[in-house]
């Protein structure tokens, strides 16, 4: 049976609700005052909520406002109905409105009750707080820590400096601190975010990007001494690379310090050339004799011909056979001048490469006849073959000098104990292969205490008395054979027979250059 | 025709040795030349010399050892010693080495040859003198 909409809200034949009330005034009262009061109320709530969801845009689950909304206007309505419907008998209408009422109220839940877990996984004003204030504290220590380091990195002596390494292959410059400023002259402000070949001059520049990139192949930290032209001028650094990596083990930036050496090093080059003086003042003896030797032939035969010449029996053949001897006699000694003039210089000449076996031999023939008068043989057993290595010959020689003046003191007090010894033996070997030439200075003056090995190449450490040793030749040595990037080693050995010795080995790193080359670079 | 006097040189510098010799052996002296005091013992012992011209720095043995040699057998040979230097404690110029003179190096062969003629003298001094 169908109704039209007219029949439907056709109420013609209902009695309005005041009439279950008696019309009391009173109790109509009661229930208009308390319907309208709930309807105004329930009607200004959405208006409340919708303006909050509109202000909260960040408010999550915002829709369920504008549900509740909807579901409270509505129970509004049916209140403002059952006023109406105390006068007039609109009980299709207020039904209606009653419907619409249920279904929103009925969403309404059923969204609530679906929306629960994920209402309760909303944090809690008091769980927000607590977090803020953990997260405060957090950054409490952070600032402290970027203080604390800050700190370091600003206050430190040591010159800092990071370096990002891009994936493309350039190297730029994160940060340096101001002591590495100071020191280079470089501002730390233009530097930042600059590739190192624009915030460097080309060839400094082209000198610390091997090093990165060592660093940076290597995936190792690396230590090494540079010197480099700044702004302040020429510098010797130590320098101090330290590769960071990424998850996959890429080296992403490489953490750098350095120490201006270069005070240091001129303070040692002034102990160097100390200790050359030093050693030319025992060789002043020597030389002494090597210089009275050749002028005494020259006397001698200039003498012999003036002689001959006044007496009228001079012969041209021996005249010239004697001007000749004269003339070689002036080479030898204009050589040993040669000789000690260079030892003598400050620099040592520059580094360059060259045979160890020549410095060898120079040291040799500096004091093998002098120490042949003193009954001292040094014998050398030679198998290199021309290997050169890289470095200041003169520097060399002045080592293997001071290893003859230390194994002639230890004879001379091996034969003042009543012991036999006088023998020094050298050998100059090249070992293929570690890439290295090998020289051994061996004598047999009894060896050297085993308590104080460790100390000999201290500074100053001497088991001469005074007036017979500075204490600075061994010491001198080590720091020479290290910067060749080579090591000096001693050791006690038994030659057999009740004699006893000490060997020094010097392994020095070979240039694997042929020999062709570098002679021709060098002539 | 008197016998020359015969001259033995130590030297261990061959050059200064064959120089020496040479201007000696012009002035009429017979000489011989040993590279060190060891030859030079062995030559006084086949061949004595009349006078011995010594170096004092020389390998196997030295001057100083072959004038105390040399002194143990003979007190009166005349010895000319030509060195670099004196060290401080050599005790060569003391009355016992004598007849001994020193000259420093370089020596000029006119003043060793006058020398020895006079410590050598004309004629032979005796023995027992």
Wanted: proline residues 5%.
């Amino acid at each position: 049976m169908a109704l039209g909409l007219d029949e439907l809200l056709d109420t013609s034949g209902f009695i309005p609700h005041g009439v279950c009330l008696l019309w009391r005034p009173d109790i109509l009262a009661l229930h208009v005052g308390s319907d309208i009061l709930i309807g105004l109320s329930y009607f200004s709530i959405p208006l409340a909520l919708i303006y909050f969801v509109q202000r909260r845009r960040d408010l999550a689950f915002g829709w369920v406002a504008q549900l509740f909304a909807l579901f409270i206007v509505a129970c509004g309505s049916t209140h403002f109905l059952s006023v109406w419907t105390l006068w007039s008998a609109d009980y299709v209408v207020e039904g209606v409105v009653k419907l619409i009422t249920a279904f929103a109220s009925l969403a309404t839940a059923a969204a609530l009750w679906w929306l629960m877990p994920r209402l309760l996984a909303l944090p809690s004003p008091a769980q927000l707080e607590r977090s803020n204030a953990a997260l405060e504290r957090e950054i409490a220590v952070r600032r402290q820590m970027e203080l604390r380091y800050s700190s370091f990195f600003n206050n430190l002596a040591e010159a800092l400096f990071i370096v990002e390494v891009r994936p493309d292959g350039q190297f730029v410059y994160e940060a340096i601190n101001p002591a590495l400023a100071r020191a280079t002259g470089l501002d730390a402000e233009r530097l930042r975010g600059q590739p190192v070949d624009d915030a460097l001059s080309p060839e400094v520049a082209s000198a610390v990007l091997s090093r990165y990139v060592q660093c940076r192949d290597g995936g190792d930290s690396i230590d090494y001494e540079e010197t480099l032209s700044l702004p302040v001028g020429e510098r010797v650094f130590h320098t101090m690379l330290v590769p960071v990596k990424d998850a996959d083990g890429r080296v992403i930036q490489i953490l750098g310090s350095g120490r201006d050496v270069t005070e240091r090093k001129r303070l040692q080059e002034e102990m160097v050339q100390t200790s050359k003086l030093a050693t030319l003042g025992t060789l002043a003896a020597g030389m002494a004799h090597e210089m009275s030797q050749p002028l005494n032939v020259i006397r001698l035969w200039t003498e012999n011909t003036l002689t001959r010449l006044r007496e009228g029996v001079a012969d041209a053949a021996r005249t010239e056979r004697a001007l000749s001897l004269v003339i070689e006699q002036t080479e030898r000694m204009a050589k040993l001048i040669d000789h000690v003039r260079a030892f003598g210089r400050r620099d040592g000449g520059g580094t360059q490469l060259f045979l160890p076996g020549d410095s060898v031999h120079n040291a040799i023939d500096l004091v093998r006849h002098q120490y042949s008068l003193e009954n001292i043989e040094i014998t050398t057993t030679s198998t290199t073959s021309g290997l050169p290595v890289s470095g200041r010959p003169l520097e060399l020689e002045q080592v293997v000098l001071n290893l003859f003046s230390n194994a002639r003191d230890a004879i001379n007090a091996q034969r003042a104990a009543g012991r036999t010894s006088g023998r020094i033996m050298v050998a100059v070997v090249d070992d293929i292969d570690t890439h290295s030439t090998v020289i051994q200075v061996t004598d047999d003056g009894g060896g050297i205490a085993p308590a104080v090995l460790p100390q000999i190449f201290d500074p100053f450490f001497t088991t001469k008395e005074v007036g017979k040793g500075s204490g600075l030749g061994l010491s001198i040595g080590y720091g020479i054979i290290d910067r060749m990037g080579g090591r000096i080693e001693p050791h006690n050995i038994d030659l057999g027979g009740g004699r006893r010795g000490v060997r020094f080995t010097i392994t020095l790193p070979s240039q694997p250059v042929p020999s062709r080359d570098w002679e021709l670079s060098h002539a | 025709m008197p016998e020359p006097f015969h001259i033995l040189i130590a030297e261990d510098e061959v050059l200064a040795a064959m120089a020496l010799e040479d201007f000696l052996t012009f002035r009429g002296f017979r000489v011989s030349v040993a590279a060190n005091g060891v030859e030079a013992m062995e030559r006084l012992a086949r061949d004595p010399a009349d006078a011995l011209v010594t170096d004092l720095r020389m390998p196997k043995m030295d001057g100083h050892a072959l004038i105390r040699a040399v002194r143990e057998q003979d007190n009166n040979l005349p010895v000319v010693v030509m060195t670099g230097y004196l060290t401080q404690d050599s005790d060569l110029t003391h009355e016992r080495w004598k007849p001994l003179e020193i000259f420093s190096k370089p020596v000029n062969p006119r003043t060793i040859y006058e020398t020895l003629q006079r410590m050598l003298g004309p004629v032979p001094e005796p023995q027992d003198a």
